[in-house]
């Protein structure tokens, strides 16, 4: 009886751990997507800067 409870109460802890991993990945793979979301944003103004005032091939005085 007390090794089944043993078992019952390990195993519920092992869920519990599994859900909290769970919910760490889904927060990184949110912000994994928002960084990518900005690194293109960036992109795109940097581009956009660059036809606009091209960048200096000579050193700055």
Do not use: D
Request: aromatic share 2%; hydrophobic share 40%; net charge neutral.
């Amino acid at each position: 009886m007390i090794t089944l409870i043993g078992a019952m109460m390990t195993g519920g802890g092992y869920l519990n751990e599994l859900q909290q991993h769970e919910r760490r990945i889904t927060a990184l793979e949110e912000s994994n997507k928002q960084l990518n979301m900005i690194n293109e944003r960036t992109a795109r103004i940097e581009a956009k800067l660059e036809m606009i005032a091209p960048p200096k091939s000579g050193p700055m005085p």
